[in-house]
T-cell receptor, first 114, second 115 residues
């Protein structure tokens, strides 16, 4: 079956602009996660959804970052007023639910802020 | 807070050599432990896991044992192949009582295997 998909695969934006990144999880997966992979910081957790609610959003780096999930499926990560330090690969993952033993990762969105 | 430390890379080996990638962790309680692998041009995928002390995870010839006494989860393989060249990430997931399902990753170790 289809895996986790993310769009766009690449995004170049100017500093100060807003961007939206989209994640389509595996059908039937109730848990969804966003991570960020950058050279300086490695792989960092951003936010975890169970259904449409976010029990853990402790990894969001600032109030410029927000995420939502609707219908227990698609999620959107929004970064407002982008900064150069936001440049990274944003990874989405999904799983069958809290405590499931595997998170399935998407291919990521490479964000470049110029 | 919880954290994972893994050895710096790159690790460079000849084919059929023995591999060890060290991983230690700091965590409250009894986390679950994972090794994820990222092959060139591909996404992260689970390699193996262990959910309680003394469990051994294994897959594709790789093994790792959850050692509570040394807070370690070292990755080993007896005979590496060129196709094992990838970046390997050690990760932990805090116990469920903390109402989070996040993974905390180490910095990754690049393995390069030459024929």
């Amino acid at each position: 079956g289809a895996g986790v998909s993310q769009s766009p695969s690449n995004k170049v934006t100017e500093k100060g602009k807003d961007v939206e990144l989209r994640c389509d999880p595996i059908s039937g997966h109730t848990a969804l996660y966003w991570y960020r992979q950058s050279l300086g910081q490695g792989l960092e957790f951003l936010i975890y959804f169970q259904g449409n609610s976010a029990p853990d959003k402790s990894g969001l780096p600032s109030d410029r970052f927000s995420a939502e999930r609707t219908g227990g499926s698609v999620s959107t990560l929004t970064i407002q007023r982008t900064q150069q330090e936001d440049s990274a690969v944003y990874l989405c993952a999904s799983s069958l639910g809290q405590g499931a033993n595997e998170q399935y990762f998407g291919p990521g969105t490479r964000l470049t802020v110029t | 807070g919880d954290s994972v430390t893994q050895m710096e890379g790159p690790v460079t080996l000849s084919e059929e050599a023995f591999l060890t990638i060290n991983c230690t962790y700091t965590a409250t309680g009894y986390p679950s432990l994972f090794w994820y692998v990222q092959y060139p041009g591909e996404g992260l995928q689970l390699l193996l896991k262990a959910t309680k002390a003394d469990d051994k995870g294994s897959n594709k010839g790789f093994e790792a044992t959850y050692r509570k006494e040394t807070t370690s989860f070292h990755l080993e393989k007896g005979s590496v192949q060129v196709s094992d060249s990838a970046v390997y990430f050690c990760a932990l997931r805090p116990p469920e009582v903390y109402n989070t399902d996040k993974l905390i990753f180490g910095t990754g170790t690049r393995l390069q295997v030459f024929p």
